[in-house]
């Protein structure tokens, strides 16, 4: 305890710190440690949920200072929600570290570095209006040779690391990246419509994995789907909203809600698992919003994974096969898919429809690829870590291709998949159901 003239700590607000119900409920077991990927790197106690859940408890019962030591073992946190899935005594770890978050933002004033790079990113990336501008000076970095230049000097990396870690998953650009022509608003169902279905574009997955969302539009209508694109919407709120920023992310969830109110809608589909778990919580981002809590309630009552829904209502059109041989396929399980929203079983499903399709399993296959979001950009030390283990585990399976079902992942994943030198290609899975649909091989 601090002593009487000692000056007080600073701790957490009153504004919903993490509840001391919820904290009570960990019996500190261990059983969180073998899963928790940040542990598996860094080892320490501290940078382990059952860690995190005493130093959350210390803050709260004023025995600990909400200090930069104390934020960095929350900032370490990937926020992957494995040892919500591992935890024998149900733990709810997510609504910790999420109450958690807020107050970090809130009460810890950044240095002057992490600010720039913090707003750099928060800035930007929810925003595909101001990131499409900067694809085009992007592409002019990679068309003169500034990026070859950098990355074989290593002078980002010993100056900058986080401005390299942005440089390390850029894809190589294109005209098409940054001009790419836009979906129609409504594009009729192939046949009999089944159903009436709204389709978020995501900010990232718009713009750096357009041929995706193309793929899902072309998916969905094929098995009877009549999809609605509002160019209205936004960014989901996912990256803000995973950092603790909750008047950015509440703001673009009623920018979301609004632009799929009123379109009779039977389902809002997403293909990027990350942004589907955001999507999926907008109840509790905006609960104590009067004006929106209910409208946030039914647009999540309507929110479905691309694969989630099709693996649901059913495939109606005829697959082909990918390869003349039987295709060897290994899914990777995305965080917030697996973790955050128990779908796992139904992409297998759908990917085994594809005729001469054989998946493989990883070992380690529910453990991060260290993308998390944003935090391979803020922690790329760990985060580096975590991709080099994930692609040796993906390429030890011998599989001839690789299916991830979120964009963070597959940028992780194909920056050390070319720094191993493996030359193995990834795809989403709605990719893969497109070209079976249209009879295009590998």
């Given amino acids: 305890m601090n002593s009487p003239s000692a000056p007080p700590l600073s701790g957490f607000d009153p504004q919903a710190p993490p509840a001391p119900d919820l904290i ?13 990927p940040s542990y598996r790197v860094i080892g320490k106690e501290t940078d382990s949920p059952r860690g995190r859940i005493y130093l959350m408890d210390a803050i709260n019962q004023g025995e600990a200072d909400l200090n930069p030591t104390a934020v960095q073992h929350f900032d370490s946190c990937l926020g992957c929600l494995a040892c919500v899935s591992t935890c024998p005594s149900g733990v709810q770890y997510d609504k910790l570290i999420r109450a958690t978050r807020p107050q970090v933002e809130r009460n810890h004033p950044r240095n002057w570095w992490e600010k720039l790079v913090r707003g750099l990113v928060f800035n930007l990336f929810p925003y595909p209006a101001r990131l ?49 022509p836009e979906l129609p608003d409504v594009i009729p169902a192939q046949g009999d419509r089944r159903y009436r279905v709204g389709m978020i574009l995501g900010c990232v997955q718009r713009l750096f994995f357009e041929p995706v969302n193309a793929a899902t539009a072309r998916v969905l209508t094929a098995n009877g789907c009549e999809v609605v694109i509002p160019k209205t919407q936004g960014c989901c709120g996912a990256l803000p ?20 109110a009123e379109l009779e809608l039977d389902y809002i589909i997403i293909n990027a698992a990350g942004c589907g778990h955001t999507l999926k919580e ?28 099709l693996a649901e209502v059913g495939l109606t059109t005829p697959l082909s096969p990918l390869a003349d041989e039987p295709l060897l396929l290994v899914y990777q399980d995305a ?7 128990r779908i796992s ?23 991060c690829c260290g993308s998390a979001g944003v935090y391979n950009l803020l ?14 585990n993906l390429v030890q399976t011998g599989a001839a291709a690789i299916a991830s079902p979120n964009p963070g992942c597959a940028l992780q994943i194909r920056k050390h998949l070319q720094h191993k030198g493996y030359d193995l290609p990834l795809f989403h899975p709605m990719e893969l159901l497109d070209r079976a649909i249209r009879g295009e091989r590998l």
């Fill in 24 to 36: 009570n409920t960990c019996i500190h077991c261990g059983f969180c440690l073998s899963t928790c």
């Fill in 132 to 180: 499409r501008p900067l694809l085009l000076v992007l592409w002019l970095y990679q068309l003169v040779g500034l990026q070859t230049l950098m990355r074989k000097t290593g002078i980002l990396d010993q100056l900058f690391p986080r401005l390299a870690a942005m440089d390390a998953i850029l894809p190589q650009l294109s005209w098409r990246h940054i001009f790419a």
């Fill in 241 to 260: 909203a995973h950092q603790g920023r909750e008047a950015q992310s509440q703001a673009l969830a009623r920018q979301m809600i609004d632009s799929f």
């Fill in 282 to 309: 907008y109840e509790h981002i905006l609960r104590d919003d009067p004006d929106y809590c209910e409208k946030a309630k039914a647009f999540v009552g309507k929110v479905r994974d691309v694969q989630e829904f």
């Fill in 335 to 341: 965080c917030h898919l697996l973790h955050g929203q």
């Fill in 345 to 367: 079983v139904q992409p297998r499903q759908l990917l085994r429809q594809i005729p001469g399709v054989q998946l493989r399993e990883p070992i380690d296959g529910a453990l």
């Fill in 379 to 392: 922690q790329p030390a760990v985060a580096d870590e975590l991709g080099q283990q994930k692609v040796e």
